[in-house]
């Protein structure tokens, strides 16, 4: 999948999110949100400019979330994405009641509509769960002009090959056929087993 794939999730299967901000105390505050429409590198919702939600926005330019889609934990994907965040305005404000048209009864008429304004999430990283899959799947993405970086547990050159670390790994991802073992991304929980029993200590977090 690619990372418009992701975000087209996020906006049509999901759509409401849970958004995290940072306040002036430098706490974390949450809110729930509409991801309410998207391109290959952009995420787009609105606020109403009176919300102390808008003020941490302005002040921040950061934003992370996630949402999650199913009928129970082992049923469910579930989409994060952390990045800038940057106000567009007013004019994107029709064309998002117009994809969303509920928000017509929310705000009826154009008058009241004045009071919104439009954010774009525009540069970034996220990371799609699946746990409905067996093993379960991840994967990581970037957007905008982020950069890729590692993340999760991996296995260095001076792994002895003594399959220890299979023994306690949930998802039985690491693959053995070489010497050093690979830990398969897609399917890692990043629990740490594996670092924790490896008796030469060459599993390394990044």
């Known amino acids: 999948m690619r990372t418009k794939d992701y975000f087209a999730y996020l906006v049509n299967e999901i759509h409401t999110c849970i958004v995290a901000t940072v306040d002036d105390a430098g706490l974390p505050v949450t809110v729930a949100i509409d991801m309410m429409d998207c391109d290959e590198n952009s995420l787009y919702f609105l606020t109403a400019k009176g919300k102390e939600f808008y003020d941490r926005l302005?002040?921040?330019?950061?934003?992370a979330l996630t949402g999650i889609k199913g009928e129970d934990t082992m049923t469910s994907i579930a989409v994060s994405v952390r990045g800038k965040v940057r106000e567009v305005g007013y004019d994107l404000i029709p064309t998002l009641f117009e994809k969303n048209p509920y928000m017509r009864e929310i705000y009826p008429t154009e008058e009241s509509r004045k009071a919104l304004t439009a954010f774009q999430i525009y540069e970034g990283n996220g990371e799609w769960f699946d746990l409905s899959k067996?093993?379960?799947?991840?994967?990581?993405?970037?957007?905008?002009k982020a950069e890729r970086?590692?993340?999760g547990y991996f296995i260095t050159?001076?792994?002895?090959?003594?399959?220890?670390c299979g023994s306690v790994c949930?998802?039985?991802?690491?693959d053995f056929s070489n010497t050093p073992a690979v830990?398969?991304?897609e399917h890692c929980l990043h629990c740490g087993n594996c670092a924790e029993v490896c008796p030469v200590g060459t599993v390394e977090r990044r």
């Open 58 to 63: 302005t002040k921040r330019g950061y934003i």
């Open 134 to 144: 067996k093993p379960i799947e991840r994967a990581s993405f970037t957007f905008g």
């Open 157 to 164: 050159d001076a792994c002895i090959g003594c399959e220890t």
């Open 183 to 185: 830990i398969e991304q």
């Open 170 to 174: 949930p998802q039985s991802c690491i």
């Open 149 to 151: 970086n590692e993340e």
